[in-house]
């Protein structure tokens, strides 16, 4: 039987269902706002879940813009939402 946890905030279920709604109505801060107050913390297996999902969901071959974007994204949440 499967966790909670494998469906809660951080999961990686979690984590592409976001993906889905920033895709059309969030930016990289307003991403990593939602991020911090989901309490999702830097270098937790939440935070790699979140961002095996967004560079899953926005790679596109031949661009960096989501990994740049990620980028912003983790040093946001690392520098604003660590207490």
């Not at 990593?32 to 979140?50: Q, S, Y």
Request: with cysteine.
């Amino acid at each position: 039987m499967a966790s909670l946890k494998a469906f809660g905030v951080g999961s990686l279920i979690w984590a592409r269902e976001r993906c889905r709604e920033w895709n059309w109505n969030a930016n990289a801060a307003e991403i990593a706002r939602e991020l911090i107050d989901a309490g999702i913390k830097p270098d937790t297996d939440d935070m790699d879940n979140v961002r095996r999902a967004f560079l899953d969901y926005f790679s596109k071959p031949g661009n960096n813009e989501a990994k740049l974007q990620w980028e912003f994204i983790s040093h946001a949440v690392a520098e604003f939402g660590d207490d």
